[in-house]
């Protein structure tokens, strides 16, 4: 008795078929494409027809050699101005990079002058535009401010002199 079920091995089985069906596949492929894109050789018999066939191969290995070598040489051309860019960007944020802001005491004048430049002369003393009010002396308020200490107010009043002056101030 196994511990398995039949299952895994009919999917091993059948995953070694598509192996060989994919494998089969790609060769085939590579076969059409060689064929396609490879001429057959054909030796020549004679040895000046062996060395033309050597100067036409020599002659396109030189070709694809040059156009190797300008991919190259643009690559490396490429890579140098990405790193270039890099580098300047990289300089452009160490430059600009924020302190953190701290709290500045300035007047709107300073604030003003500032933004500005100092072509434009534009007062903006904010405490000068404000109106001034002035408090109207009510009686009630004049009567507090002028008992000040009720102790003495009383000993000022009481007696004889007190009420003589209390005609007085009032007459």
Same mark, same amino acid.
């Given at each position: 008795?196994?511990?398995?079920?039949?299952?895994?091995?009919?999917?091993?089985?059948?995953?070694?078929?598509?192996? *060989?069906?994919?494998?089969? =596949?790609?060769?085939?492929?590579?076969?059409?494409?060689?064929?396609?894109?490879?001429?057959?050789?054909?030796?020549?018999?004679?040895?000046?027809?062996?060395?033309?066939?050597?100067?036409?191969?020599?002659?396109?290995?030189?070709?694809?050699?040059?156009?190797?070598?300008?991919?190259?040489?643009?690559?490396?051309?490429?890579?140098?101005?990405? *790193?270039?860019? $890099?580098?300047?960007?990289?300089?452009?944020?160490?430059?600009?990079?924020?302190?953190?802001?701290?709290?500045? =005491?300035?007047?709107?004048?300073?604030?003003?002058?500032?933004?500005?430049?100092?072509?434009?002369?534009?007062?903006?003393?904010? =405490?000068? $535009?404000?109106?001034?009010?002035?408090?109207?002396?009510?009686?009630?308020?004049?009567?507090?401010?002028?008992?000040?200490?009720? =102790?003495?107010?009383?000993?000022?009043?009481?007696?004889?002199?007190?009420?003589?002056?209390?005609?007085?101030?009032?007459?």
């Amino acid at each position: 008795l196994s511990p398995f079920p039949t299952y895994p091995c009919v999917m091993l089985q059948i995953a070694a078929t598509e192996l *060989e069906k994919d494998k089969s =596949r790609r060769e085939s492929e590579k076969q059409n494409y060689l064929s396609e894109h490879c001429p057959p050789l054909h030796l020549p018999g004679s040895m000046s027809e062996v060395q033309e066939l050597c100067k036409q191969l020599h002659a396109k290995i030189d070709a694809a050699e040059e156009e190797k070598y300008d991919m190259e040489v643009r690559v490396q051309k490429s890579t140098k101005e990405l *790193e270039d860019m $890099n580098q300047k960007l990289f300089d452009l944020r160490g430059k600009f990079k924020r302190p953190p802001l701290r709290r500045v =005491r300035m007047s709107a004048d300073a604030m003003l002058k500032a933004l500005l430049g100092s072509k434009h002369k534009v007062c903006m003393d904010l =405490r000068a $535009n404000l109106k001034q009010v002035k408090k109207e002396d009510t009686e009630k308020e004049r009567d507090l401010r002028d008992v000040g200490d009720w =102790r003495k107010n009383i000993e000022e009043k009481s007696g004889m002199e007190g009420r003589k002056k209390m005609f007085e101030t009032e007459s």
